[in-house]
């Protein structure tokens, strides 16, 4: 089941980058593990989006506060997905599958990696073994 979240923009995902790979962070924390340069304001307002929108919770730390991410970067991840191919490829998984192949260099093993997890996920219940042959 996707939990239906408000789609994040650019420096919201950047912002929840820093705070799912740290556990947590002050808004100078976030600040000094962005990839961008942005103002202390610009991420302190983007905290409380984010926290508007549910994404992070806050604690006071002393003067400053502490954000959590409330929402696990899964999550996240399956709703933007279930988004992209809604709304990009007319609910087609496939077509999502097919641009990502033909736009990036795809190896032949990486090629033949996804298609044993295909496999593996169409395949009824009991035939999918719990053990990995694939190194993965």
């Given at each position: ?70 929402v696990a970067q899964q999550a996240a991840q399956q709703n ?57």
């Open positions: 089941m996707v939990v239906d979240l408000t789609p994040l923009g650019e420096r919201e995902l950047d912002v929840m980058a820093v705070l799912w790979e740290l556990g947590s962070g002050t808004v100078t924390e976030v600040l000094e593990h962005l990839g961008v340069p942005l103002a202390y304001t610009t991420v302190l307002t983007v905290l409380r989006n984010l926290e508007a929108k549910q994404y992070v919770t806050r604690e006071e730390e002393g003067r400053a506060h502490r954000y959590y991410p409330r933007a997905l279930s988004r992209l191919v809604s709304q990009l490829f007319g609910g087609s998984p496939e077509a999502l599958i097919a641009r990502l192949v033909e736009q990036h260099d795809v190896s032949p093993d990486e090629l033949a990696r996804l298609a044993r997890k295909l496999n593996r996920a169409s395949a009824p219940p009991e035939k999918q073994s719990p053990y990995k042959t694939d190194g993965e």
